[in-house]
C-alpha cells in the first residue's frame, strides 16, 4: 500500500505567520493607504480564520475597522473586488519575503523529506494560502531537487470549504490516490489537526509561534519542532502514538504513527 506525508504550508515549513503573513498584510496596507495594522496578538485571533481572504473579509463586519476607514467600500460586489487586490499584492510581498531568505526553515522538514522519499513514501502539501506563496515557502524550506519530487501541492481555493472542514485533506488522498489510513498530516494548529482527523488521517503537530497554547486532542503526536540530530532537538509535549522520538521525530516515529491507534 502506498503511504503519504501531507504538510500544511504556515507554521509547519516555517514560522511564516508572524515573520511573513502578518508583515506582509501591513505593508499591504500602509502602501495601499488604508488606514489599518493587525497587532500580533489581534492577527493571532484571525488565524482562527481559515484563509487570507477569508480574514480580509471578516474585517467589513467589523465597526473598528469601518470606522478607522470610512471610505470602504459599502456593495458587495466591490468589497470582493478590494479583496482580491489585497489579496494580490499581498502575496507579491509575501514571496519577496520568502525569497530574502529571513524566514528560516523550520528544523526537520528537509531532513523528514529525504527519508519518507527514500522509504517509499508520496510527499503532497495542503494548504489554503496563495499557490504561488505556498509554492516559495515549499522550495525555500526543502530546496528544488526535493519540492520537484512532491507529488501534490494543493493549495489557495482548490476546495469551497477551508480547514477545520476536511475537504482539503479528502482532496489531497483522492489526488495521491492513497487512502486516508495511509496518510500522515503534519500541522501546527488545531484547525489543521480537526482537517486531518475529519479526513480520517493520522497527525503530527509541531507547534508554532501562535499555536502552543491550543488544544490538540485528535493528535497523536505533539512536538515542539521535529527537530535534526546535528540542529534543533525536538519536545514531546503530548503523544498519543506508538512513535518515541528522541531529540527528533524519524522515519521509524512517522511509521509507528501511521501504525498507532491514537
Not at 473586488?81 to 514571496?95: L, N, V
Not at 472542514?165 to 498530516?185: F, G, M, R, W
Not at 521525530?249 to 491507534?261: C, G, P, T, W
Request: charged letters at 25%; proline letters at 5%.
Amino acid at each position: 500500500m502506498k503511504k503519504a506525508l501531507i504538510f500544511d504550508c504556515d507554521g509547519v515549513l516555517g514560522d511564516t505567520e508572524r515573520f511573513g503573513h502578518l508583515v506582509a498584510f501591513n505593508q499591504m496596507w500602509k502602501e495601499l493607504d488604508v488606514p489599518w495594522q493587525w497587532s500580533e496578538e489581534e492577527y493571532g485571533r484571525k488565524l482562527l480564520i481559515g484563509g487570507g481572504k477569508e480574514r480580509m473579509a471578516s474585517l467589513f463586519s467589523e465597526p473598528a475597522f469601518l470606522k478607522a476607514w470610512p471610505d470602504a467600500p459599502c456593495d458587495v460586489l466591490a468589497r470582493k473586488e478590494t479583496i482580491a487586490a489585497w489579496h494580490k499584492r499581498k502575496t507579491e510581498i509575501y514571496k519577496e519575503i520568502i525569497a530574502s531568505g529571513l524566514i528560516p526553515a523550520r528544523s526537520g522538514i528537509r531532513r523528514i523529506c529525504e527519508e519518507a522519499l527514500s522509504h517509499g513514501w508520496l510527499l503532497a502539501v495542503a494548504s489554503t494560502s496563495a499557490p504561488e506563496a505556498v509554492n516559495a515557502v515549499l522550495r525555500h524550506a526543502t530546496g528544488d531537487a526535493i519540492a520537484a519530487r512532491f507529488s501534490a501541492v494543493l493549495a489557495g481555493d482548490v476546495v469551497k470549504a477551508k480547514k477545520p472542514a476536511p475537504d482539503i485533506y479528502n482532496l489531497a488522498a483522492q489526488s495521491l490516490s492513497v487512502p486516508p489510513e495511509a496518510c500522515v498530516v503534519v500541522e501546527d494548529s488545531n484547525n489543521g489537526v480537526e482537517a486531518a482527523y475529519g479526513a480520517g488521517m493520522k497527525c503530527v503537530v509541531t507547534v508554532s509561534s501562535y499555536t502552543r497554547e491550543e488544544d490538540f486532542a485528535h493528535a497523536s503526536i505533539v512536538l515542539t519542532c521535529l527537530g535534526d540530530p546535528d540542529g534543533e532537538k525536538c519536545e514531546v509535549l503530548q503523544n498519543h502514538s506508538q512513535a518515541k522520538p528522541v531529540d527528533y521525530f524519524s522515519i521509524s516515529d512517522l511509521e509507528a504513527v501511521l501504525q498507532s491507534n491514537g
